[in-house]
């Protein structure tokens, strides 16, 4: 039998799913016995004294520096965020850790993508561990199963952000944007500042990480549209296209002739894939390999249990690693991908334009699309049958072309309405998902 | 670096596509740089001699016997499956590779189903590895999901065999069921001999080893139901119902107070359910855990490339085992679940019966249902609407029963009927899914 014995830093929502998890008698037996690891929450300390209350007094540790110095942690298990947006005291707790020759488990999605080089590196160099399944999609082993990948990885993408795909579910069930994210908030899926849901921002850190382990690059150049430029009447109009789609916030990295596309956008997803039925706060990753094809996983992208149990997965697995000295971090490839300008890939595209119902003004977008920018229609319509004069939304799908051309193209149409009717009041440009 | 020298028994579809995966310098190499693990083809046997020609010539072995004994082998891998149904061959070799210290990786999905037990347990006794991944849903890392998992899990079920899911998909598209069968036969999808796959053979003994690892059962009292019974009509109903589902073949294992509930059987699964949207020939395995919640994992079940990926995968593992000189299997638990008698579980039904159309025929079937066995009927339909005197259908969908309940119910309103007028001339029940 191994003792595994824990030092746990921050005991927020996941921090006390993982103490309790650790001092469940049930749970700790479960893992003895299938594994020969004993997990033991040697240590732990938050600046909150009053959530150290829940810690057993031999346990609870003053300080965090204190924690790192125990010869009695084996795991330092970073769960402490970025507090005030702070990236340094996380990084600082890890790199403090390896230092020591302490093994590292976190759940620390934004440290990992911003300088997980750094720690990986480290880690790598002392031989020891570092598990992050935790920091992406919650509860949906996709690090672990990335790690342990052989075949040539094509593309990783998918819905890794439950916040903005619970408010996209409710808009297509008809609620109206603000109302869809105040309920998320009621819920619990959406924090009281939600931008960094909203924006892409998790989402792209979520990407990061996984394009780091799948095609071994650098992220930092990610492109990325959140969800606040759609409205219900997107999803209103995604269902009557001729192949009837629903609007997902989707992370790509994708290979194109050994270039990597790599972005979080909101896309046009057919309703029969797979990734238009991950509903809720569901979150979903799907991978393609170039011999095992391609491979979906879904469940829970983040809440207390869940997460927790990602975590203690990552004990068990680095309890393990420990009998070895070995890391268990995959080396580098020596390949570098390099990261494809986003205005480089080709899509098809759903455009929606507002415009004043008059004579010609179908003509006038057609016309800058295909004359100027050889971009073929496959279907224009004016789905609100509205009457002449009145304000009136025009829904185009077309054919692939770069994002970049399409949009010089919409900058046109909007240059061209400036100086004339202004006829032509807005418009918005959606991906529309390919299979893959 | 780590050399693992692989013992290759059976060059069928799957142990071709492994073959080439060990001579594919591209793939070997990324398996070195990534894991430091060096696979290498050191023999093969296959007792068509013609196949063995595409092994290079110092890789070719003459018999199992000479492959099984040479010391040149750290890992057999058994790839041929159950020659004119006979387990003996693969059984004897497997456990011949454990008695001489050899590392074991197979596909063989019968064998394990049948003799896992005692393969495992003498594994274990021997610190020696078996590797199975490829032995359950092809490309799905199921087994390796499940056994690094440290949650108490509820339930293991899905759509386990890719033949029959096609032809349902097919028949959900109106086509009929030879048409649907002949179609995936042509496709490749199905077998000469798709009998296995039609009666939920298949389907039962991935369930079986599924259930060994997550629930540590002996699953040979297995019920179960193939989709033999299942005709194009009840997927246009299925679409009909209140709440619209399509047929799925689910296999199940879940537990309910302690006790498992294991059987293949078709069932309306409704389409705003996940699996509801694995279509074609793809597999899905729907988990849930006590703290994780559900989780759906998608992908190839069968073909060449996608399960001697999975072949790949265990190598990898194996060789990576091999330096800890432990085994990679969990160990047992003490708890043994009872398995409950299938005619226990409570379902709602979807019920359908042949019946001519006169006055009174829903009566006399409702009166069987509700005043002898207590079922309760929520909605009956004769969609055909059909002129009376005619033979028709009736859809009669109940509250949840217990299926032995039910069972009863079908055969008192048999035994009244040929007694009688024989207006009932057939029926058939399908439990609708509930979610998990």
């Given amino acids: 039998m191994e003792y595994v014995r824990v030092g746990l830093l921050g005991l927020g929502t996941i921090g006390s799913g993982v103490s309790e998890a650790l001092l469940d008698g049930g749970y700790r037996q479960r893992i003895e016995k299938r594994y020969g690891v004993i997990p033991v929450l040697a240590r732990a300390y938050d600046t909150d004294d009053e959530k150290l209350q829940a810690i057993p007094p031999e346990a609870r540790c ?78 949906i082993p996709i690090i672990n199963i990335l790690k342990q990948s052989v075949d040539e990885i094509e593309s990783v993408s998918g819905i890794f952000n439950g916040t903005t795909n619970y408010i996209l579910t409710r808009m297509g069930e008809d609620l109206d944007y603000m109302d869809a994210l105040i309920e998320a908030q009621q819920k619990g899926f959406a924090e009281a500042d939600p931008t960094s849901d909203l924006e892409g921002i998790d989402a792209a850190q979520k990407l990061a990480i996984l394009a780091r382990l799948a095609f071994n690059i650098r992220a930092d150049a990610l492109s990325k549209e959140g969800i606040t430029g759609v409205d219900k009447g997107d999803l209103g109009y995604a269902r009557t296209l001729s192949n009837p789609c629903t609007v997902k916030l989707i992370a790509m990295a994708k290979k194109h002739d050994g270039k990597l596309e790599l972005g979080v956008y909101p896309v046009m997803v057919p309703e029969s894939h797979q990734l238009a ?150 418009s918005k440009a959606f991906r529309i998902f390919d299979g893959a």
């Fill in 62 to 139: 003053e300080s965090a520096k204190k924690l790192l110095d125990d010869p009695e942690v084996d795991v330092v298990v970073e769960l402490i965020g970025i507090p005030g947006g702070d990236y340094t005291p996380a990084n600082d707790f890890m790199l403090g850790a390896l230092e020591r020759g302490k093994q590292v488990v976190t759940a620390n999605k934004a440290v990992l993508a911003q300088y997980g080089e750094d720690i990986f590196s480290r880690a790598r160099e002392k031989d020891l561990c570092v598990g992050f399944e935790a920091s992406v999609c919650g509860s």
């Fill in 277 to 426: 039925s991950v509903r809720n706060e569901t979150n979903a990753v799907y991978v393609v390999g170039e011999h095992f094809g391609p491979q979906i996983y879904t469940g829970k992208g983040a809440g207390k249990e869940p997460t927790a149990d990602a975590v203690m997965r990552d004990i068990v697995d680095v309890g393990r690693c420990m009998a070895t000295g070995k890391t268990n971090l995959p080396a580098l490839n020596d390949e570098k991908l390099e990261v494809l300008d986003p205005g480089e890939v080709e899509y098809p595209f759903y455009l929606r334009f507002s415009a004043v119902n008059v004579p010609g003004v179908l003509a006038r977008i057609a016309g800058v699309l295909g004359d100027m920018y050889k971009i073929n229609i496959v279907s224009a319509n004016q789905p609100g049958n509205n009457p002449q004069g009145e304000p009136a939304d025009i829904v185009i799908v077309t054919d692939p072309t770069k994002y970049g051309n399409m949009r010089k193209a919409l900058d046109e149409i909007k240059r061209v309405e400036k100086k004339g009717t202004k006829i032509v009041a807005g």
